[in-house]
């Protein structure tokens, strides 16, 4: 008779030290405990994100989370005109951004490890180095019909630098408001990382 998991029954711990793509972090879990439950190895290897960039409408870090928007124009905070200057060509991407993240069995039924690459942002104004993603997910038996499940992971890498844009006077501005760049101190969300622990009961 087949056996069913059911993930979501009982929960001792999940400690999601921050929210790192939620869809990916399920999925490897799902796939490890069904793994170990029927016995049964998914494909060898796997790839679960995959996303391509030339022309962002904003740029994100490689969990997802928002750092800036690509405006093709703004307005300066000081300009009571509301003129418009053109910012397209200081956020055009010199390459295009891929960003990935792959799965492998391990060298045990419920066992998956996790690696992913991301290339990273390069525009005139706008750099973030490239990132890596390492996770490991196993799932282990407690009892014939209790299973516990410990999953880690998270980018490493992806620091980001902002440049000022320069008039002819030599002040210096944030690109995104025009304003002036000792009075521009932005917050970048850190790539993020995770850590869950599940208890999972079975059912004949």
Same mark, same amino acid.
């Given at each position: 008779?087949?056996?069913?998991?059911? !993930?979501?029954?009982?929960? @001792?711990?999940?400690?999601?030290?921050?929210a790192? %793509?939620?869809?990916?972090?399920?999925?490897?879990?799902?796939?490890?405990? @069904?793994?170990?439950?029927?016995?049964?190895n998914?494909?060898?290897? /796997?790839?679960?994100? #995959?996303?391509?960039?030339?022309?962002?409408?904003?740029?994100?870090?490689?969990?997802?989370?928002?750092?800036?928007?690509?405006?093709? *124009?703004?307005?300066?905070?000081?300009?009571?005109t509301?003129?418009?200057?053109?910012?397209?060509?200081?956020?055009?991407?010199? *390459?295009?951004?891929?960003?990935?993240?792959?799965?492998?069995?391990?060298?045990? &039924?419920?066992e998956v490890?996790s !690696?992913?690459?991301?290339?990273?942002?390069?525009?005139? &104004?706008?750099?973030?180095?490239?990132? #890596?993603?390492?996770g490991?997910? &196993?799932?282990?038996?407690?009892?014939?019909?209790?299973?516990?499940n +410990?999953?880690?992971?998270?980018?490493?890498?992806?620091?980001?630098?902002?440049?000022?844009? !320069? %008039?002819?006077?030599?002040?210096?501005y944030?690109?995104?408001?025009?304003?002036? /760049?000792?009075?521009y *101190?932005?917050n970048?969300p850190?790539?993020?990382?995770?850590? %869950?622990?599940k +208890?999972v009961?079975? #059912?004949?």
């Amino acid at each position: 008779m087949s056996r069913y998991c059911f !993930v979501s029954l009982l929960m @001792l711990a999940s400690s999601p030290l921050f929210a790192q %793509d939620n869809g990916v972090r399920d999925y490897v879990v799902r796939t490890s405990i @069904l793994s170990y439950a029927q016995q049964v190895n998914p494909t060898p290897v /796997w790839l679960s994100t #995959f996303s391509a960039e030339s022309r962002p409408v904003y740029f994100t870090n490689s969990s997802g989370m928002a750092i800036l928007s690509n405006p093709s *124009s703004v307005v300066s905070a000081y300009d009571a005109t509301s003129t418009r200057y053109n910012t397209s060509n200081f956020y055009a991407l010199k *390459s295009d951004r891929y960003k990935f993240i792959s799965h492998i069995n391990g060298f045990n &039924k419920g066992e998956v490890f996790s !690696v992913g690459y991301d290339t990273g942002i390069n525009t005139q &104004k706008l750099n973030m180095s490239n990132a #890596f993603f390492m996770g490991y997910t &196993k799932t282990f038996s407690l009892a014939e019909s209790a299973l516990l499940n +410990f999953s880690f992971g998270g980018w490493f890498g992806g620091g980001i630098h902002e440049s000022p844009c !320069v %008039d002819s006077y030599g002040r210096q501005y944030s690109c995104q408001t025009l304003t002036a /760049w000792q009075d521009y *101190s932005p917050n970048y969300p850190k790539s993020l990382s995770f850590l %869950d622990l599940k +208890f999972v009961w079975l #059912f004949n």
